[in-house]
């Protein structure tokens, strides 16, 4: 906090009078500017005169003469000679003083001059610093700005892609169902294939039974005609032979035609067992289709699942074949 510095009184005849004896003595002519510049104060207009009258008391000052009875107020001359100089004595030390509390105050106020043109320096050094930060604040926020604008970009990009995968996946899981649904479809196609083969093989060994039976009991017929017919059994043996053979011939035929029945409920089985393989692929193909970055072509990608049911269209093409049956005669 700075100081109120003391404000000087005016300047007077005595501080005038005592400066120009001063430079009297030093053997320089008194002028307003070097009583001003004694003094340290007062304007030319205020100090001509006051010079003006210690010229005019000049020539009598140097004749030894005395001042005038009106000055002295009627006082005595050595005690108005005591009094002038206690006066000037006191008017010295004043003078001292001022001029003391005057150097104190320059000094004061050439140190805080010093000091005011180190702070306008450090202003002005952080004005350059905080134009330099503002600049450097300015570059960062127009670069943080452009990589705000590309990181929207790459968001609206983003999600662009998010949608055509979200849509691609949707498209896959509704192959994927369908998939599922004719693997179910051939499933039960299979089963109900299998129970007519299982229905099939029962009804022909029921009539395999049936026809042992008979011709057991034709054997027997031919057994008690042979005892009763002599010229019989020939023929009956004969026809009981051609029986046999025709019933040899048919169990052959009906072997046979079990095996081929039962080769082609292994090649459906196989075929079924290829077809879940080729839907587990499918399937697998799509979880490795979903988990890749970026997914090719919607119809590179459903071109799998086609090749993958063509096996089974062509397994389904064979099953529709009709079974065939030899009858017992």
């Not at 196989?270 to 587990?280: D, I, M, P, S, Y």
């Amino acid at each position: 906090m700075n100081t109120p510095f003391p404000t000087p009184r005016g300047i007077q005849y005595e501080d005038v009078a005592q400066a120009a004896d001063a430079l009297l003595h030093e053997g320089l002519r008194p002028t307003i500017e070097r009583i001003r510049q004694r003094i340290g104060r007062g304007s030319p207009n205020t100090v001509s005169p006051m010079l003006e009258r210690w010229f005019g008391a000049l020539g009598q000052r140097l004749q030894g003469g005395e001042a005038p009875q009106e000055q002295m107020h009627g006082l005595p001359p050595a005690l108005w000679q005591a009094s002038q100089d206690w006066w000037q004595q006191a008017r010295h030390e004043a003078e001292q003083l001022a001029a003391a509390a005057y150097r104190a105050d320059r000094d004061a106020l050439l140190a805080q001059s010093q000091q005011l043109e180190q702070d306008r320096a450090q202003l002005n050094a952080r004005e350059i610093a905080l134009g330099e930060r503002l600049q450097a604040m300015e570059e960062s926020l127009q670069l943080c700005t452009q990589q705000l604008q590309e990181s929207n970009e790459r968001w609206k990009a983003s999600q662009r892609s998010l949608a055509q995968r979200e849509t691609e996946i949707t498209a896959q899981h509704g192959l994927l169902e369908k998939l599922t649904a004719q693997h179910a479809a051939l499933q039960l196609r299979i089963e109900a294939v299998q129970a007519q083969a299982d229905a099939e093989r029962q009804a022909m060994e029921e009539r395999h039974h049936n026809h042992e039976r008979r011709w057991m009991a034709e054997v027997d017929r031919a057994r008690q005609h042979t005892k009763q017919v002599v010229q019989q059994l020939q023929e009956q043996e004969r026809h009981s032979a051609g029986l046999q053979t025709r019933l040899e011939q048919q169990l052959a035929a009906q072997q046979q035609q079990d095996q081929q029945q039962q080769a082609q409920v292994a090649a459906l089985r196989q075929e079924l067992a290829n077809a879940q393989g080729q839907a587990t692929q499918a399937a697998l193909l799509l979880a490795q289709r979903q988990s890749q970055p970026e997914l090719t072509a919607t119809g590179r990608s459903l071109s799998a699942p086609s090749r993958v049911l063509r096996p089974v269209r062509r397994s389904l093409g064979k099953g529709r074949m009709p079974l065939q049956h030899k009858t017992l005669k």
